[in-house]
């Protein structure tokens, strides 16, 4: 614990809660055999890495995959405060939930949930993509995220996990075809309003001489 301590910087009474928070359920976990993979969230798209961080949390990057057993790995989530996501997501997401009493329906936009825990909008976007069965709190239990650059788990043997570059679809052939023949077409129009343009220009004089 207190190498554990020691590895952690910052304020004493965040970083003690922090790593309380971190070492919760880790009894639970075997964790013999187990890979400690690190995800950097800083720059990163929400969806794409939530959906990376649920591939490597499930096993299913591995040979040995089965759906009834949890053979996936430790992930831990730094800099979860600078995730990105695209568009108009940030004021127009909302999560809602329901306290129980009558009209109690709650609902907190994502600028707000990442003003007050950023943790917890990569987690529920892993969670949401995880199958509801009972393997379900032993993947949650192997998710560690942290607002921060900083984790309590500088001793063991992490591994940073490169995010696979985004593979864009190539066009199909039809629609790369009337692609072209519409930007042909545009063209065409164009020249054909320029030429009109100056053929009414050149008439003009033509007309003040003769009259």
Request: net charge positive.
């Amino acid at each position: 614990m207190s190498g554990t301590a020691q590895a952690f910087n910052g304020n004493l009474k965040a970083g003690l809660l922090s790593i309380l928070k971190a070492l919760a359920g880790l009894r639970r976990i075997d964790l013999e055999g187990l890979r400690w993979r690190v995800f950097d969230a800083k720059g990163q798209v929400l969806g794409r890495l939530a959906s990376q961080i649920a591939t490597v949390v499930q096993g299913k990057d591995k040979p040995i995959y089965a759906p009834n057993r949890d053979d996936g790995d430790m992930c831990v989530v730094i800099n979860a405060k600078e995730v990105c996501v695209t568009g108009r997501k940030m004021t127009d997401k909302f999560y809602r939930w329901h306290t129980g009493y009558i009209g109690h329906l709650k609902e907190r936009s994502l600028k707000d949930q990442m003003a007050k825990d950023p943790t917890e909008v990569i987690r529920k976007a892993v969670m949401r993509m995880l199958p509801r069965n009972k393997l379900r709190d032993d993947r949650d239990r192997k998710l560690r995220i942290f607002s921060g650059s900083e984790h309590p788990f500088g001793d063991r043997a992490i591994e940073p996990y490169v995010m696979p570059p985004r593979q864009v679809r190539e066009m199909r052939p039809r629609a790369r075809r009337a692609l072209i023949r519409a930007q042909k077409k545009a063209e065409e129009q164009a020249q054909g309003t320029t030429n009109t343009k100056k053929g009414k220009k050149r008439d003009n004089p033509e007309a003040e001489i003769s009259a």
